[in-house]
């Protein structure tokens, strides 16, 4: 995930205001210490205006 926000050039807290969640969340997800649910792996797929191919196959 951090691959795709560094080109879109957004902070964390950027992202993670958008999607409606803490920063230590975001920080979590993009580091693998968590999982995502799938609403907001949805929310991050269209924040980061990504095709979800993109994320799991990369």
Same mark, same amino acid.
């Given at each position: 995930?951090?691959e795709?926000?560094?080109?879109?050039?957004?902070? #964390?807290?950027? $992202? /993670? =205001? #958008?999607l409606? $969640? /803490? =920063?230590?969340?975001?920080?979590?997800?993009?580091?693998?210490?968590?999982?995502?649910?799938?609403?907001?792996?949805?929310?991050?797929?269209?924040?980061?205006?990504?095709?979800?191919?993109?994320?799991?196959?990369?």
């Open positions: 995930m951090k795709f926000r560094d080109f879109k050039q957004l902070s #964390q807290k950027k $992202v /993670a =205001e #958008q409606g $969640v /803490a =920063e230590s969340t975001y920080a979590n997800w993009e580091q693998g210490r968590r999982d995502p649910s799938i609403a907001d792996l949805i929310n991050l797929l269209k924040v980061l205006e990504i095709d979800p191919r993109e994320l799991f196959w990369k």
